[in-house]
T-cell receptor
Framework: KQEVTQIPAALSVPEGENLVLNCSFTDSAIYNLQWFRQDPGKGLTSLLLIQSSQREQTSGRLNASLDKSSGRSTLYIAASQPGDSATYLCAVLTQGGSEKLVFGKGTKLTVNP | NAGVTQTPKFRVLKTGQSMTLLCAQDMNHEYMYWYRQDPGMGLRLIHYSVGEGTTAKGEVPDGYNVSRLKKQNFLLGLESAAPSQTSVYFC??????????????FGEGSRLTVL
């Protein structure tokens, strides 16, 4: 059974700092991995999608990497801003069966001005 | 520019009551999903649909029923609500198989409390 873990559960940083969020998964037989952002009381917004054949994806100040063999992904946020404060979730689409998307519990990020 | 719309946004039920959550998407997506989000549990898939007229069970389907009579709508029903169904429910949709396109679009959630 696929399990997705995100560490740390919460992170507080000063504005301008570069930071890394971690995601690990137990079953490397995946189609893709996604990073989402969730603001309080809101739905999830897709940030980056990495297919299993890719090593990284970039969008603006965000860079996500994938090491499928070790079951790890990182989300790098450069020059963090208070507007980046949110909960970040990673989700893995596992091969076989129903192609179920398995979510981690998220990392709550606070960027202090 | 609606995307995925969920109604209602908030609802309080008494144990044993029934209700239906409606999800509507205007992006002509084939696949639709219902998730629940609970503190400390993450998001869990309840049911999903791969096209009009189809439904399938997800990870936690017990106590819920779904219908996809129209391509744009996906309904989640609770026939006899229980306090354990207190949660935030999210609907999501994707154009095609996530294994191919990947991107998932979420609604803003429906917060349900069962007393």
């Amino acid at each position: 059974k696929q399990e997705v873990t995100q560490i740390p559960a919460a992170l507080s940083v000063p504005e301008g700092e570069n930071l890394v969020l971690n995601c690990s998964f137990t079953d490397s037989a995946i189609y893709n991995l996604q990073w989402f952002r969730q603001d309080p009381g809101k739905g999830l917004t897709s940030l980056l999608l990495i297919q299993s054949s890719q090593r990284e994806q970039t969008s603006g100040r965000l860079n996500a990497s994938l090491d499928k063999s070790s079951g790890r992904s990182t989300l790098y946020i450069a020059a963090s801003q208070p507007g980046d404060s949110a909960t970040y979730l990673c989700a893995v689409l596992t091969q076989g069966g129903s192609e179920k998307l398995v979510f981690g519990k998220g990392t709550k990020l606070t960027v202090n001005p | 520019n609606a995307g995925v719309t969920q109604t209602p946004k908030f609802r309080v039920l008494k144990t044993g009551q029934s209700m239906t959550l409606l999800c509507a998407q205007d992006m002509n997506h084939e696949y639709m999903y219902w998730y629940r989000q609970d503190p400390g549990m993450g998001l869990r898939l309840i049911h999903y649909s791969v096209g009009e007229g189809t439904t399938a069970k997800g990870e936690v389907p017990d106590g819920y029923n779904v219908s996809r009579l129209k391509k744009q709508n996906f309904l989640l029903g609770l026939e006899s609500a229980a306090p354990s169904q207190t949660s935030v429910y999210f609907c999501a949709s994707s154009y095609w198989r996530q294994a191919i396109t990947g991107e998932l679009f979420f609604g803003e959630g429906s917060r349900l409390t069962v007393l």
